[in-house]
């Protein structure tokens, strides 16, 4: 399933992007990195693989702890989305393993990411943030 080149974007375009009939800003950050990603400026390894979950209605599986650390490359993460979780805490499974016995999404989780990383400002308000910065 995962395309890195995202070779089948201009025939699933209309069809992914009807996903986010409710969040503007989340389908503009989509679209903006999906669209590059397809034409060869490839991003990462996440945005192929978050563009065939969603375009899929696929859901993944989360822990309850963090078990990663981001080290970008030479311990130094590019762009803000990966600065702000250069220091997370790590921790161990416990084990054993404890499974839910229903599959639900997690809204909480989801806002968190639409928060963090999928909410593209239109240009118009992030050049004003940014005057807004420097004032």
Do not use: C
Not at 30 to 40: A, H, L, Q
Not at 44 to 72: C, E, F, Q, R
Not at 117 to 125: E, G
């Amino acid at each position: 399933m995962y395309d890195p080149k995202i070779s089948d974007w201009n025939k699933n375009k209309t069809k992914f992007l009807k996903k986010f009939k409710y969040n503007e800003d989340e389908k503009r950050y989509f679209k903006f990195y999906i669209e590059n990603n397809s034409k060869g400026k490839h991003i990462g390894w996440d945005v192929p693989w978050i563009y065939k979950l969603i375009l899929h209605n696929k859901i993944t599986a989360m822990t309850s702890v963090n078990l990663i650390k981001n080290i970008g490359f030479k311990s130094n993460p590019n762009g803000i989305g990966a600065k702000k979780f250069r220091n997370l805490k790590i921790s161990n499974l416990k084990f054993p393993l404890k499974m839910e016995k229903k599959v639900n999404p997690n809204y909480e989780y989801d806002d968190f990411l639409r928060k963090s990383f999928y909410h593209r400002k239109t240009i118009f308000i992030r050049i004003l943030n940014r005057i807004l910065r420097y004032l």
